[in-house]
């Protein structure tokens, strides 16, 4: 399955570091996918919806998710991959003095 990720918006501070976009296969895209920072290291959290249960207490169900841990993780990449590549922009061009990569 090929999986791309692309970067909407990156936040400065917080536990919330970005939120995505998500596309599979180019045929289906997920909007609202997050990277959160968490206590263990980074975690994707998907698109979910909200509601109260009869005693008031809010509860959370994923709208869309991974139905396998190789897809999960596959996706869970990509995203950090898109974050990695925001974070570290990389010149296409090398400055004077600079040899291109590999050499």
């Not at 939120?19 to 959160?36: C, E, M, R, S, W």
Request: aromatic residues 10%.
């Amino acid at each position: 399955m090929d999986i791309k990720a692309k970067l909407v918006k990156a936040f400065d501070s917080g536990k919330l570091k970005a939120t995505f976009d998500v596309t599979l296969d180019n045929a289906f895209v997920i909007h609202g996918v997050k990277l959160i920072k968490g206590e263990k290291g980074d975690y994707v959290s998907m698109p979910s919806t909200s509601y109260k249960t009869r005693n008031g207490e809010t509860k959370y169900d994923d709208v869309a998710h991974p139905l396998d841990a190789a897809t999960r993780s596959a996706v869970h990449r990509a995203v950090s991959d898109a974050y990695f590549d925001h974070t570290h922009p990389m010149s296409q061009e090398p400055g004077p003095g600079e040899l291109p990569f590999g050499w």
